[in-house]
Nanobody, 121 residues
Framework: QVQLVESGGGLVQPGGSLRLSCAAS????????MGWYRQAPGKQRELVAA???????NYVDSVKGRFTISRDNAKNTVYLQMNSLKPEDTAVYYC???????????????WGQGTQVTVSS
């Protein structure tokens, strides 16, 4: 059984920083792309940032230059460093990973439980 456990959310003032972490555990053969999504009240879930096993990244335009995604393949962990936070970044942030648990099944998308990020003065 695979689990993604997130940590690092909280309340921060505008202009502040937070670092989110998401660790995958369980019977894992390999992990492909990993990413962070967010969902604000009344809005659809959107992809914030993603990273391949080789380290290639992509970001939604609204966070470019402020957020940095990284991963530690040895620890099966993905991070999201968020700087210069704005009130519009307020949302529940979810991590996502394409994880293969058997060669028969193929990769499957797993989700974390979500962590609240609130940017407010």
């Amino acid at each position: 059984q695979v689990q993604l456990v997130e940590s690092g959310g909280g309340l921060v003032q505008p202009g502040g920083s937070l670092r989110l972490s998401c660790a995958a555990s369980g019977t894992i053969l390999s992990i492909g792309a990993m990413g962070w999504y967010r969902q604000a009240p009344g809005k659809q879930r959107e992809l914030v940032a993603a990273i391949t096993p080789g380290g290639s990244t992509n970001y939604v335009d609204s966070v470019k230059g402020r957020f940095t995604i990284s991963r530690d393949n040895a620890k099966n962990t993905v991070y999201l460093q968020m700087n210069s936070l704005k009130p519009e970044d307020t949302a529940v942030y979810y991590c996502n990973a394409a994880i293969m648990v058997s060669v028969v099944r193929g990769p499957y998308a797993y989700w974390g439980q979500g962590t609240q990020v609130t940017v407010s003065s």
